[in-house]
């Protein structure tokens, strides 16, 4: 597609609940990258795809946040156990080869824990 | 540990002024800092980038100046316009090219240039 796609585009779910957040990168972008951002901050780094592979887990908070990208194109983000905190927009990224240079992000879910 | 720290909050600036943002990394490792623009609903936007080789870039309206010693950079719009009004974010990266390019985001700052 023509850019970052990332579905749906709001989410409200309550707490303790199962959610999963889908990306789809730009064709052909083949590192993938989530990040969240929460009200008046930065966006703050979750986790990069290279191809089918998690290259680096480092910024997901904890073993409730999980993603998986299975045929390296398409990324869905999994968080269990929904807590108010996890509350946030969640913002996807593709480069057309890995590296900071050239990310496009999507316009993010904005997930709501009631 | 906050590893880029930006300044000003919030800046309103009249239109045709100057709008500086400043920022401040700590990690030397850092070799590629660019600024986002942001509108409120959308993704952040790649607006200007700059490599720790060079002190100035300019594109347009846009200047990035850096400053290796004092490990700080800043955005600079010229000439500032109401459709400007937006959240930019600094942000910093290592390894270049490589195989990391998770990025280091500021906390923002929100201008709102009055016409």
């Known amino acids: 597609g023509a850019g970052v796609s990332q579905t749906p585009s709001n989410k409200v779910t309550e707490k303790g609940k199962y959610v999963e957040l889908r990306c789809d990168p730009i064709?052909?972008?083949?590192?993938l990258y989530w990040y969240r951002q929460s009200l008046g901050q930065g966006p703050e780094f979750l986790i990069y795809?290279?191809?089918?592979?998690?290259?680096?887990d480092s910024g997901l908070p904890n073993d409730r946040f999980f993603a998986v990208r299975p045929e390296g194109s398409v990324s869905t983000l999994k968080i269990q156990r929904t807590e108010r905190g996890d509350s946030a927009v969640y913002l996807c990224?593709?480069?057309?080869?890995?590296?900071?240079?050239?990310?496009?992000f999507g316009s993010g879910t904005r997930l709501t824990v009631v | 540990q906050q590893q880029v720290k930006q300044s000003p909050q919030s800046l309103i600036v009249q239109k045709g002024g100057i709008s500086i943002i400043n920022c401040a990394y700590e990690?030397?490792?850092?070799?590629?800092f660019p600024w986002y623009q942001q509108f409120p609903g959308k993704g952040p936007a790649l607006l200007i980038a700059i490599r720790p080789d060079v002190s100035e870039k300019k594109e347009g309206r846009f200047t990035i100046s850096f400053n290796k010693s004092a490990k700080q950079f800043s955005l600079h719009i010229m000439d500032s316009q109401p459709g400007d009004s937006a959240t930019y974010f600094c942000a910093a990266s290592m390894n270049y090219g490589g195989s990391q390019g998770n990025l280091i985001f500021g906390k923002g700052t929100k201008l709102s240039v009055k016409p």
């Open positions: 990224a593709s480069s057309l080869y890995p590296g900071a240079i050239g990310y496009t």
């Open positions: 064709s052909g972008h083949t590192a």
């Open positions: 990690n030397t490792a850092f070799d590629y």
């Open positions: 795809f290279q191809g089918t592979g998690a290259a680096d």
